[in-house]
C-alpha cells in the first residue's frame, strides 16, 4: 500500500519519500533493517521452555527465528511459523499479532498468505481491545485482503486504534490524509497524526515529519528541524531520510558528510543518491573531482533509470 510518494529537489541534490507497506515491523523503506531479536533466555532454554507448552517460550523462540538473534546465525521465517500458532491459539497477544502479520505475509517473508486464518485471530485481537488487531484488520479493508474493500470502514477502524495510542495507526492515519484515502486531503491534520507517531518512535512518521518540516508541507518550512528528525531514521537505515539529510548537509557545504550519507543510501540503490554522488566527484565538492568516478556514479543511476544522469552520460558532461 503506497499511500504517499512526493519528489522536489534540484538538478544537483533531489529530496524523495519512498514507502511500501505501511505495516511493515520495523519500517516501510527497503532499506530499512529490523534489529536482532534479543531474548530473555538463551535459545536452549527456550526450547525447552516451547516443548513444555509454555507460551511466552514458543513467543520469544519464534522471535528468534523470524528476527534473527543469538543463538540463531540467518532469520528463518518458516520455523517461526508453529511457535506463534501454539502461542496464539495458548492467548498470548503478542503471538496473535505477529503471527496475523505474518499470515497476511506484511513483512514479505515468503509465507503464503492466509487472509482467513489472519482474519481469526485479528478478531480474537478485538474481542480484547487491542488497538494492533483494529490496525490490521483497517489494513485488510483498504487493501481488499480477505474482506470486501472498504476504505471508510479502514478510517474508522485506524482512527479507534488511534485513538488507543496506536503508533502504527496514527501514521497511517497521517497517510491517508496526505493522500486523500478515503479521508478529505488535509495535509495539516496527516502532520498533526505523524507526529503523534514519531512521538512514540516510529521511523517512517518521523522521516514524514521531517520531511513536512523539510519542504514546508502542512507545517512551515523549518530545515533545522527537519535535520533533526531525519537523523534517527538514517541512523536506522532509511535510506530516505539519508538521501534528504545528505541534500541539507550540501546545503550547507558539509560536502563529506553528505557524501557519507548519499553513499548509505547509494548502497541501498536509491538511484538519486547515486547521481549526487556523481556530481559531487563531478565539481570537486568534498572530494577530489574526478571524471572517471563520476561517470561510475551516473551510470550506476542511468542504469536505474535516472534521465538526469542518462543525460549527462550522453553528453559526456561528467
Not at 488535509?186 to 518521523?206: F, L, P, R, T
Request: proline share 3%; net charge positive.
Amino acid at each position: 500500500m503506497n499511500l504517499h510518494n512526493k519528489i522536489s529537489g534540484s538538478v544537483v541534490a533531489l529530496g524523495f519519500l519512498l514507502t511500501t507497506n505501511v505495516f511493515a515491523m520495523e519500517g516501510q523503506d527497503p532499506g530499512l533493517r529490523g534489529s536482532a531479536f534479543i531474548p530473555s533466555k538463551p535459545k536452549r532454554e527456550l526450547k525447552q521452555g516451547a516443548q513444555e507448552g509454555n507460551a511466552d517460550a514458543q513467543y520469544e523462540l519464534g522471535m528468534l527465528y523470524k528476527k534473527g538473534g543469538v543463538g540463531v546465525v540467518i532469520q528463518e521465517p518458516k520455523k517461526a511459523l508453529p511457535l506463534f500458532e501454539k502461542a496464539a491459539d495458548a492467548g498470548h497477544i503478542d503471538a496473535q499479532i505477529v503471527l496475523a502479520r505474518m499470515l497476511l505475509d506484511l513483512d514479505k517473508e515468503g509465507i503464503p498468505q492466509n487472509s482467513e486464518k489472519a482474519l481469526k485471530h485479528i478478531k480474537k485481537l478485538i474481542k480484547q481491545d487491542i488497538p494492533q488487531g483494529k490496525c490490521l484488520l483497517a489494513w485488510m479493508y483498504a487493501e481488499g485482503v480477505g474482506v470486501p474493500k472498504n476504505e471508510i470502514e479502514s478510517n474508522r477502524l485506524y482512527i479507534a486504534a488511534a485513538e488507543q495510542g496506536d503508533a502504527k495507526a496514527q501514521y497511517n492515519l497521517g497517510q491517508m490524509h496526505d493522500n486523500g484515502t478515503g479521508v478529505p486531503k488535509n495535509v495539516k491534520k496527516a502532520m498533526e497524526w505523524y507526529q503523534k507517531s514519531a512521538e512514540q518512535g516510529d521511523i517512517e512518521a518521523q522521516y514524514c515529519l521531517a520531511w513536512g518540516y523539510h519542504f514546508g508541507s502542512g507545517v512551515k518550512k523549518n530545515k533545522k528541524k527537519a535535520m533533526e528528525l531525519y537523523q534517527r531514521p538514517s541512523e536506522q537505515g532509511h535510506r530516505g531520510a539519508q538521501l534528504n539529510l545528505g541534500v541539507l548537509c550540501q546545503e550547507k557545504k558539509k560536502y563529506k558528510l553528505a557524501l557519507e550519507l548519499y553513499e548509505k543510501a547509494a548502497a541501498q540503490g536509491c538511484e538519486i543518491a547515486q547521481k549526487n554522488i556523481g556530481n559531487l566527484y563531478r565539481f570537486g565538492r568534498g572530494v577530489k573531482r574526478d571524471r572517471v568516478q563520476a561517470k561510475y556514479w551516473f551510470e550506476k543511476a542511468a542504469a536505474q533509470g535516472d534521465l538526469d544522469s542518462k543525460k549527462i552520460i550522453l553528453e559526456g558532461l561528467y
